[in-house]
């Protein structure tokens, strides 16, 4: 049996993501800061007190796996604060940063040892990180988190061909969740089938692509 470790497992893309791989056959690790009755519901392992701002947490979270090899790891947790030129929150610009940015890699550095060989990383970025596809402005503190994250990403890509561990760069379309007030024009659930076939399709030749979850390519 495979398994996969998705953060924000608890409610949104991150959920569904859990509800996808559960109909595949998988384990599912479930992170999360709080669990929810909807994902306790399900036959995931949820590990909860995880805020992955929290470098101990984040250690917690690695002990706790330590016979627990790792096939898949989906960084999907994530926050938005829109901001407007003339009235930016540089608290929520830093928040942004570290949870969207900081906290992904980070997480990601601490469980490499958790990781098989041949395994996959999947990144759920937003094309709103794009610098060549910014055609509207504004989301200052989203777009930069979310461009760094992409950043990191990408030497992730690099840094770990050695081991044969893919990184996927994902957006997931605009999808009905909490973070958006529920206005995108896909279900969380129609999000996490796209992904589940991009993070399919992933492997060592394709690796570090920014892919939307419709398939297409995205531009950096
Ligand atoms: N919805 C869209 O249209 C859209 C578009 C592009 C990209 N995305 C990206 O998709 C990902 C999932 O978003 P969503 O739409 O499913 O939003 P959501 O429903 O708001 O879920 C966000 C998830 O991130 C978790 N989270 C936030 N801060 C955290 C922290 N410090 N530590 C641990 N977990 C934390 C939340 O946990 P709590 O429940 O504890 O807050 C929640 O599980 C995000 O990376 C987002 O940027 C979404």
């Known amino acids: 049996m495979k398994t996969v470790l998705i953060t924000g497992a608890n409610r949104g893309i991150g959920f569904a993501l859990s509800q996808e ?45 330590i016979s627990t090899p790792i096939d898949l790891l989906i960084n999907n947790a994530g926050v938005l604060h829109p901001d407007n030129l003339g009235d930016i929150d540089y608290r929520n610009v830093s928040q942004q940063f570290i949870v969207n940015a900081q906290a992904q890699i980070q997480v990601t550095e601490a469980l490499l040892d958790r990781l098989n060989d041949g395994a996959k990383i999947a990144f759920i970025t937003s094309r709103m990180g794009s610098i060549a596809d910014n055609s509207s402005g504004a989301y200052y503190g989203y777009r930069m988190s979310k461009a760094a994250l992409n950043a990191g990403a990408k030497s992730l890509s690099i840094d770990l061909k050695p081991r044969g561990i893919a990184v996927a760069v994902l957006h997931p379309g605009y999808v009905q969740t909490a973070m958006v007030n529920f206005g995108g024009d896909i279900s969380p659930g129609e999000s996490a089938k796209r992904l589940v076939e991009r993070i399919a399709e992933l492997n060592m030749k394709n690796t570090g692509s920014f892919w939307h979850s419709n398939g297409e390519s995205l531009p950096w």
Do not use: F, M
């Open 21 to 65: 791989y559960l109909a595949q056959g998988w384990q599912i690790i479930a992170v999360c800061r709080n669990s929810s009755a909807e994902l306790g519901a399900t036959e995931a392992k949820i590990i909860a007190g995880i805020d992955l701002t929290n470098p101990a947490h984040i250690l917690r979270l690695v002990d706790q796996l």
